[in-house]
């Protein structure tokens, strides 16, 4: 499966990648919410993206067999690197199962970052 899915909102995305790949990041996305309630959800570039204030804070996305976390930012994902419980960092991806969907205390210690780099 391609990354990039052609959908016109993030619903769209998630109802289009299929199963079990939807409901995993569905879960994922309304916990960024719950974490960051004033970010903006938007498709870009095929994928989900989540923006704070105009800029680019972390975007998700589905490959063949995984879930991703996309970071945006190669030295969050340098600082986060070995730092986390869940899932593995490659470039700027944070790749999960879909089976286990990221956790609230991971994704607060993913959007710490990115929001100190956003200056947020």
Known sequence: MARGVDADTVDEYLDRIGEPFGSALRIVRDRIVAI???AEQV?????PIF????????????????????????PA????????AEGSITGATLHFPPAAPLS???LRAVLAVRLRELGA
Do not use: F, Q
């Not at 994902?77 to 986390?84: F, K, M, Y």
């Open 36 to 38: 960051v309630p004033d």
């Open 77 to 84: 994902a340098a600082e986060l690197a070995g730092t986390l």
């Open 51 to 74: 923006r704070l204030n105009g800029k680019g804070l972390v975007g998700l996305s589905a490959t063949a067999k995984d879930c991703s976390l996309l970071l945006m930012s190669p």
């Open 43 to 47: 498709i870009s570039y095929r994928v």
């Open 104 to 106: 609230e205390e991971t």
